[in-house]
């Protein structure tokens, strides 16, 4: 078969003193994301949606939060490793389809230059990623701004 689809998706709890980045960006915002790395959830849903492709598992088996050593991680360093297992194997990214859900900040502002950065750090054009914002209607942990989550789709192209 010369496509393969993944699916991802991660959410992380909102607290003071931590950054927001999302796609690689840092976005102004009061609180930011818990995690044992940078907590980028829209990253992280993009990892684990290319690793789902190829049935490769999740990024908790390559960069576990047991350990140490991806304390502090930039998230968009782990996906250039990611992306270098996925080119390993022949494959290319086709496309990307993601949304993040948070009540605030306001994203649309920030989605072109996460783009660009998801876009760089994959080595896509900038048109194979689409990134989407949307709220949760104030439903849920996420609406009561608990938290962030994201949801992704890629296509993966065989060489």
Same mark, same amino acid.
């Given at each position: 078969?010369?496509?393969?689809?993944?699916?991802?998706? *991660?959410?992380? !709890?909102?607290?003071?003193?931590?950054?927001?980045?999302? %796609?690689?960006? $840092?976005?102004?915002?009061?609180?930011?994301?818990? %995690?044992?790395? *940078? +907590?980028? #959830?829209?990253?992280?849903?993009?990892?684990?949606?290319?690793?789902?492709?190829?049935?490769?598992?999740?990024? %908790?088996?390559?960069?576990?939060?047991?350990?140490? =050593?991806?304390? %502090? +991680?930039?998230?968009?360093?782990?996906? $250039?490793?990611?992306?270098?297992?996925? #080119?390993?194997? @022949?494959? !290319?990214?086709?496309?990307?389809?993601?949304?993040?859900?948070?009540?605030?900040?306001?994203?649309?502002?920030?989605?072109?230059?996460?783009?660009?950065?998801?876009?760089?750090?994959?080595?896509? *054009?900038?048109?194979?990623?689409?990134? =989407?914002?949307?709220?949760?209607? $104030?439903?849920?942990?996420?609406?009561?701004?608990? @938290?962030?989550?994201?949801?992704?789709?890629?296509?993966?192209? =065989?060489?």
């Amino acid at each position: 078969m010369n496509i393969r689809i993944g699916n991802g998706y *991660d959410i992380h !709890k909102l607290v003071t003193g931590r950054p927001l980045i999302l %796609g690689g960006i $840092e976005i102004p915002h009061s609180l930011g994301l818990l %995690g044992h790395s *940078d +907590a980028d #959830v829209l990253t992280h849903a993009i990892m684990d949606a290319l690793l789902g492709a190829l049935g490769m598992g999740d990024i %908790g088996h390559y960069f576990p939060p047991s350990d140490p =050593k991806w304390k %502090g +991680a930039n998230s968009m360093r782990l996906m $250039e490793q990611v992306a270098e297992m996925i #080119v390993s194997q @022949g494959w !290319k990214i086709g496309n990307i389809d993601s949304t993040v859900i948070a009540e605030r900040p306001k994203l649309k502002p920030h989605l072109k230059s996460m783009r660009d950065s998801l876009a760089q750090t994959l080595k896509v *054009d900038i048109d194979r990623i689409s990134i =989407k914002a949307t709220t949760n209607e $104030e439903l849920g942990p996420v609406g009561r701004e608990e @938290g962030i989550c994201a949801y992704a789709v890629v296509l993966l192209v =065989k060489d």
